[in-house]
Protein backbone atom coordinates (compact mmCIF):
# COMPACT_ATOMS: atom_id res chain seq x y z
CA UNK A 1 0.00 0.00 0.00
CA UNK A 2 1.73 3.04 -1.25
CA UNK A 3 0.20 6.56 0.35
CA UNK A 4 1.81 9.80 0.94
CA UNK A 5 3.70 9.95 4.06
CA UNK A 6 5.77 7.39 2.92
CA UNK A 7 7.30 9.45 1.03
CA UNK A 8 6.64 12.41 3.35
CA UNK A 9 6.68 11.00 6.58
CA UNK A 10 10.09 10.16 6.72
CA UNK A 11 10.82 12.58 9.90
CA UNK A 12 7.56 13.44 10.97
CA UNK A 13 8.17 11.73 14.29
CA UNK A 14 11.08 13.79 15.12
CA UNK A 15 8.96 17.04 13.56
CA UNK A 16 5.69 16.72 14.57
CA UNK A 17 4.83 17.06 18.38
CA UNK A 18 1.29 16.93 20.47
CA UNK A 19 0.28 20.53 20.84
CA UNK A 20 -0.83 20.10 24.81
CA UNK A 21 -3.95 22.43 24.01
CA UNK A 22 -5.38 19.69 21.05
CA UNK A 23 -4.55 16.40 23.04
CA UNK A 24 -6.74 18.32 26.47
CA UNK A 25 -9.49 18.90 23.69
CA UNK A 26 -9.50 14.75 22.24
CA UNK A 27 -9.33 13.51 26.25
CA UNK A 28 -12.35 15.47 26.52
CA UNK A 29 -13.95 14.64 23.64
CA UNK A 30 -13.26 10.54 24.65
CA UNK A 31 -14.67 10.94 27.95
CA UNK A 32 -15.45 7.55 29.37
CA UNK A 33 -14.72 5.29 26.13
CA UNK A 34 -12.04 2.44 27.33
CA UNK A 35 -11.34 0.92 24.14
CA UNK A 36 -10.43 3.57 21.55
CA UNK A 37 -9.92 3.40 17.69
CA UNK A 38 -7.39 5.83 16.41
CA UNK A 39 -7.55 5.66 12.28
CA UNK A 40 -5.00 7.34 10.82
CA UNK A 41 -3.21 7.20 13.51
CA UNK A 42 0.60 7.83 11.77
CA UNK A 43 3.12 7.90 14.91
CA UNK A 44 0.52 8.26 17.65
CA UNK A 45 1.08 12.09 18.65
CA UNK A 46 -2.63 12.15 20.31
CA UNK A 47 -3.58 8.31 21.36
CA UNK A 48 -4.44 8.61 25.04
CA UNK A 49 -2.00 6.47 27.12
CA UNK A 50 -4.31 5.87 29.86
CA UNK A 51 -6.51 3.46 27.27
CA UNK A 52 -6.57 0.66 25.40
CA UNK A 53 -6.07 2.27 21.54
CA UNK A 54 -6.15 -0.04 18.25
CA UNK A 55 -4.82 1.90 15.24
CA UNK A 56 -5.09 1.85 11.49
CA UNK A 57 -2.11 3.56 9.39
CA UNK A 58 -1.89 2.95 6.05
CA UNK A 59 1.98 4.36 5.71
CA UNK A 60 4.73 1.69 6.50
CA UNK A 61 6.97 4.78 7.14
CA UNK A 62 4.70 6.06 9.89
CA UNK A 63 4.08 2.26 11.69
CA UNK A 64 7.97 2.44 11.29
CA UNK A 65 8.32 5.50 13.20
CA UNK A 66 5.98 4.89 15.73
CA UNK A 67 7.46 4.27 19.13
CA UNK A 68 7.53 0.38 20.81
CA UNK A 69 5.76 1.71 23.28
CA UNK A 70 3.30 2.82 21.07
CA UNK A 71 -0.63 1.37 20.47
CA UNK A 72 -1.36 -1.68 18.70
CA UNK A 73 -1.36 -0.54 14.78
CA UNK A 74 -2.72 -2.15 12.20
CA UNK A 75 -1.80 -1.37 8.64
CA UNK A 76 -4.89 -0.64 6.08
CA UNK A 77 -7.27 2.24 4.91
CA UNK A 78 -9.99 3.97 6.61
CA UNK A 79 -12.39 3.22 3.86
CA UNK A 80 -12.00 -0.68 4.80
CA UNK A 81 -11.40 -1.43 8.31
CA UNK A 82 -11.41 -4.65 9.81
CA UNK A 83 -13.83 -4.33 13.02
CA UNK A 84 -17.59 -5.48 13.90
CA UNK A 85 -19.51 -2.89 14.88
CA UNK A 86 -19.46 -2.42 18.66
CA UNK A 87 -15.66 -3.25 18.59
CA UNK A 88 -14.62 -0.22 20.42
CA UNK A 89 -16.01 2.68 22.62
CA UNK A 90 -15.18 5.48 20.54
CA UNK A 91 -13.66 6.07 17.13
CA UNK A 92 -10.96 9.10 16.47
CA UNK A 93 -9.58 10.61 13.66
CA UNK A 94 -7.14 13.41 13.93
CA UNK A 95 -5.24 15.38 11.02
CA UNK A 96 -6.10 12.98 8.62
CA UNK A 97 -9.45 12.80 6.67
CA UNK A 98 -8.59 15.23 4.38
CA UNK A 99 -5.74 12.06 3.15
CA UNK A 100 -8.56 9.74 2.98
CA UNK A 101 -9.34 8.48 -0.62
CA UNK A 102 -12.90 8.34 0.32
CA UNK A 103 -13.90 10.27 2.68
CA UNK A 104 -17.83 9.23 3.63
CA UNK A 105 -17.04 5.66 3.43
CA UNK A 106 -14.07 6.72 6.06
CA UNK A 107 -16.38 7.79 8.49
CA UNK A 108 -18.67 5.09 7.40
CA UNK A 109 -16.89 2.75 8.40
CA UNK A 110 -15.52 4.09 11.48
CA UNK A 111 -17.19 1.65 14.21
CA UNK A 112 -18.37 3.16 17.96
Do not use: C
Not at 11 to 31: F, H, K, S, V, W
Not at 38 to 59: C, F, I, L, Q, W
Not at 72 to 79: K, M, P, R, T
Amino acid sequence: MTVIYDTIGINYAQLRRPDPRIAAIIETALGNAENVLNVGAGTGSYEPADRKVTTVEPSIEMIRKRSSAAAEVIQGSADDLPFADGTFDASMAILTIHYWPDKAAGLREMPA
